[in-house]
């Protein structure tokens, strides 16, 4: 399963960014997806997940700001990040696996990641 993410950069606080995960048509439309970031010197926390039934799940320093959602079609999943603080700077990783899996923080697989930097 190769994960691709995009959609990074620097913006200020406030401001927003939408975040793109290509994967195939098959990993996007049955695997529970989600997006981890880790921050240096902190470690890697699950940001959103979706799973098959498009059931979404937020950490509790996003929710009302982050909007996670998959095109099926396009093959995409995505991270929508509105209200950007400082706190949310940190490389951003998309996942796909079984829900308990990224639940645990233990996905199989992963993509390279994006950085994303608020200031």
């Known amino acids: 399963v190769q994960l691709v993410e995009s959609g990074g950069g620097s913006v200020q606080a406030g401001g927003s960014l939408r975040l793109s995960c290509g994967a195939s048509?098959?990993?996007?439309?049955?695997?529970?997806m989600g997006w981890f970031r880790q921050a240096p010197g902190k470690e890697r926390e699950g940001v959103a997940r979706i799973d098959a039934l498009g059931t979404t799940r937020y950490a509790d320093s996003v929710k009302g700001r982050f909007t996670i959602s998959r095109d099926n079609a396009k093959k995409t999943l995505y991270l929508q990040m509105n209200s950007l603080k400082p706190e949310d700077t940190g490389m951003y990783f998309c996942?796909?696996?079984?829900?308990?899996?990224?639940?645990?923080?233990?996905?199989?697989?992963r993509g390279q990641g994006t950085q994303v930097t608020v200031s």
């Open positions: 048509a098959y990993t996007v439309s049955t695997s529970c």
């Open positions: 996942a796909a696996d079984f829900c308990n899996l990224l639940v645990a923080g233990v996905p199989s697989h």
